[in-house]
């Protein structure tokens, strides 16, 4: 997948402003930053649901995006039928709901209405409905923000399983490094809507090239 000259703008703000990011399938990349860096728009417009001002994400021949975003939705219906939304009419489908809701400690409210779900238990909801399909990327904006450690881990392992199956390329929006370096090859840093530095995730957490960088592990690395 390809990004060419993207920019985003809102009346004189520039939001974000890549020059050029090649993104390779069965890569895992964590993007970090600091909160209005333009890590959210740039997966809004990875996904496609977010038009730039000018620009493009170009994808490889074959690609399918599967996003969840930031805010975790419940729609009407039972907890499995959320999930279901995400499916493909296949098969497999219904069986691969009940596995997803039994890994996250959903298979008790399968036939709960979503819309009553706790926060943790919506956000698990929303993971489990994004896994539920095949698909050659994962866009995951915070999918973990409202877990907790348990439930995070037993997340970050099908994510883990999901791209080994399907051999997909994973970004992955965080604000913990600790997670960063765990469910990452590659790391991208954003300050001020343009990627600062990219790199090897181990790399760049021990010895980052920038001092934006090195500031910004300086303040969050505890």
């Known amino acids: ?53 000018s620009g493009a994400v170009v994808p490889d021949p074959g690609d399918r ?21 995400g499916a493909d009419a296949v098969p497999e489908a219904a069986g691969r709901a009940e596995e997803l809701m ?8 399968a036939q709960q209405k979503a819309k009553r779900l706790s926060g943790g238990q919506t956000a698990r909801m929303a ?6 399909g095949p698909g050659t990327w994962l866009l995951l904006d915070e999918p973990t923000a409202a877990l ?6 037993k997340a970050e392992r ?3 399983e999901y791209r080994e199956r399907h051999n997909a390329g994973v970004v992955f929006i965080t604000h ?18 343009r990627i600062v530095e990219m790199g090897q995730t181990k790399q760049l957490l021990d010895r ?8 910004f592990l300086e303040l969050f690395g505890s």
């Open 1 to 53: 997948m390809r990004i060419d000259r993207l920019i985003v703008r809102y009346g004189d703000v520039t939001a974000l402003d890549i020059d050029g990011l090649v993104l390779e399938r069965g890569t895992s990349y964590a993007v970090i930053g600091a909160n209005g860096c333009g890590k959210s728009t740039l997966v809004r417009c990875i996904a496609g649901v977010l038009a730039p001002t």
């Open 65 to 85: 995006v599967r996003y969840m975003p930031q805010r975790s939705y419940a729609f009407y219906g039972s907890t499995r039928a959320n999930v279901l939304l």
């Open 102 to 109: 039994k890994a996250l400690d959903l298979s008790a409210l």
């Open 127 to 132: 993971l489990a409905r994004t896994l539920v």
């Open 148 to 153: 907790d450690g348990e439930s995070m881990l």
């Open 158 to 160: 099908l994510v883990r």
């Open 176 to 193: 913990s490094l600790k997670q960063a370096a765990r469910v990452s090859d590659m790391l991208v840093f954003m300050e001020g809507g």
């Open 208 to 215: 980052p090239r920038t001092p934006s960088l090195a500031r």
